[in-house]
């Protein structure tokens, strides 16, 4: 097997190509394996050289050395392809997917990387593309969409930004009119959030979906009602934490303004037309809607070799 390392050198605070390289070299070198090492040039790069190693038939894993913008374009590019498994050196800013099996310096630790094995794992067909993780429409994806022009300011870091992003997000009307259609269910409102999951955390953490089963052929979905202005604070603390679902539903607490469904196919659509921001892994722009379905086992994903253990380990005493 051959293994490819498409380093997104933008990705993170610093540039991957000048600290992360080196790494790398040195970790293949040691492991005695057949790599070469690709620096990603503009955006959809990694998923066009993805496609490239896809398409030459040969065994390949190709690592995804950025966030998760990255490793969606990676497996963007390679899932459709059975000689290929998508792998990840987490360095970006969220590093979100791979909190569905351990942290990022589990995946960091090259050597145990390299000798990992891939699982099959579901992904989410959206708008002509493909989620590992999460998409969602709402406040969050407008909060998001905001954080880049207030990084462009002079000592406006990360957390500076996206707390302003927040306050402007906050001074607008809260909450919008839209349709959403789970499987054959059609549900309308003003909606705050709406969440279509295939993995547990985005957002750099909040775990929106902690029953999410990365196997289980199916989406989980999460809608959150308009709420005041006063009430958000304590909602979205809970809900970062994983704490508004628990034994296998929404809390009482919020059983008013929260809904789960689980779903093979999801469309969320502004009632009265027009754009929304739709988030697909950590990605916003604006669009017509969300149109979502779950692509059962469509990808292989390497665990390193400890996490691989564990993982198989949890399947088998489940199974039992």
């Known amino acids: 097997m051959k293994h490819i390392f498409i380093v997104n050198p933008v990705s993170g605070k610093a540039d991957a190509s000048l600290y992360l390289v080196p790494k790398l070299i040195e ?23 993805a496609r490239q190693y896809g398409e030459s ?16 374009e990676v497996l963007r590019g390679a899932y459709p392809y059975g000689n290929a498994e998508a792998a990840s050196v987490p360095c970006g800013s969220g590093n979100d997917f791979v909190r569905n099996f351990g942290t990022a310096d589990d995946f960091l630790n090259l050597a145990e990387n390299i000798a990992g094995t891939a699982i099959p794992i579901d992904l989410i067909a959206v708008n002509g593309g493909v989620s590992a993780a999460i998409c ?6 407008e909060v998001a969409y905001g954080i880049p022009k207030y990084r462009r300011l002079p000592l406006c870091g990360g957390q500076m930004a ?5 306050v402007e997000r906050l001074l607008r009307p809260i909450g919008k009119k839209m349709r959403v259609t789970v499987d054959d269910e059609v549900l309308e409102g003003n909606y705050l959030i709406a969440t279509v999951c295939n993995g547990a955390t985005y957002g750099g953490g909040y775990l929106a ?9 199916a989406l989980d979905v999460i809608i959150v009602k308009k709420i ?5 604070a304590g909602v979205l603390a809970k809900y970062k934490n994983g704490l508004h679902f628990q034994n ?3 809390i009482p607490e919020f059983a008013d303004i929260m809904e789960y469904r689980s779903a093979r196919s999801v469309r969320v659509e502004p009632a009265e037309g027009g754009k929304i921001i739709v988030n697909i892994d950590g ?3 604006p669009a017509d809607g969300l149109r979502a379905e779950v692509l059962p086992m469509a990808a292989r994903f390497v665990l390193p070799a400890p996490l691989y253990a564990a993982f198989s380990g949890k399947k088998a005493v489940a199974a039992e």
């Open 27 to 49: 970790a293949a070198e040691q492991a005695g394996i057949e790599y070469t090492i690709e620096l990603t040039r503009h955006a959809g790069h990694a998923a066009e050289l």
């Open 57 to 72: 038939g040969e065994a390949v894993r190709l690592y995804a050395c950025g966030g998760d913008g990255t490793l969606n």
């Open 136 to 141: 969602s429409v709402g406040i969050d994806s």
């Open 162 to 166: 996206y707390n302003l992003s927040i």
């Open 209 to 217: 979906a902690p029953m999410s089963d990365l196997q289980d052929g």
């Open 228 to 232: 005041s202005r006063l009430r958000i």
């Open 248 to 250: 296998g539903q929404v």
């Open 283 to 285: 990605e916003c722009a």
